[in-house]
Every structure is written in C-alpha cells, then in structure tokens.
C-alpha cells in the first residue's frame, strides 16, 4: 500500500501564500498521475491541479495564473504553491497518487487524509 501525508495547510489571509507538501511512503513501481484536489465546504471535491506521467500539468482555470504543481521524484513527494489566495479557495485539501507496482499491474489509486486551507477576507 502506499501512504500519503500533506503537510502546509493553515490560516491565511486573502492575498497570501501557501506551500501545501505530500510524501508518499511505500513500494512506487512508476506514477500515472499526481494531483492535488480540494473540497470547499457544503462541496464536492474538485480537481485543482496535476501532473501526468512525465511531467504535463494542468489546472483549474479558477486557479491558472496563482497555484504551482510541482515534485520531486527522488523523494517522492509532490506540492501545491498557492499564491493571491482567496477566501473561495478555502476547503480540505487532498493529494491523489495514481500508481502502479510493476509494469502490468493495474493502477491504483491512494489518497492522503487531507489538510485544511481557510483564507479569511
């Protein structure tokens, strides 16, 4: 199994910055796809931004322009900078790991326990 813990969250006012951080721990074959989703209170979770295979990104047009995806494979962990945050990006946020382990193993799917992002007007 693989575990996933965030890190980074917090209390933040509008206009200020975030660095939320996830470590996998556990046997990693290779990743399909990493992302960083969020779900704002009374919500669904919604993807917010990730990164496919190699190293393509994308991201929520509510975000493009002020939040970053990025990792770092030698320690297999992933972050979120988020910039000009804004009260509607409060929520928990969570990171998803896609991974598999061997070459013709299914997928599998692994999520962190999440961590709280509240940006106060």
């Known amino acids: 199994q693989l575990r996933l813990v965030e890190s980074g969250g917090g209390l933040v006012q509008t206009g200020g910055s975030l660095r939320l951080s996830c470590s996998a721990s556990?046997?990693?074959?290779?990743?399909?796809?990493m992302g960083w989703y969020r779900q704002p209170p009374g919500k669904q979770r919604e993807l917010v931004a990730g990164?496919?295979?190699?190293?393509?990104?994308n991201y929520a047009n509510s975000v493009k322009g002020r939040f970053t995806i990025s990792r770092n494979n030698a320690l297999n962990t992933m972050y979120l900078q988020m910039n000009s945050l804004k009260p509607e990006d409060t929520g928990v946020y969570y990171c998803?790991?896609?991974?598999?382990?061997?070459?013709?193993?299914?997928?599998?799917?692994?999520w962190g326990q999440g961590t709280q992002v509240t940006v106060s007007s």
């Open positions: 990164i496919l295979g190699p190293g393509t990104t």
């Open positions: 998803n790991f896609k991974w598999r382990t061997n070459l013709l193993a299914p997928s599998k799917d692994s």
């Open positions: 556990g046997s990693i074959f290779s990743i399909d796809s």
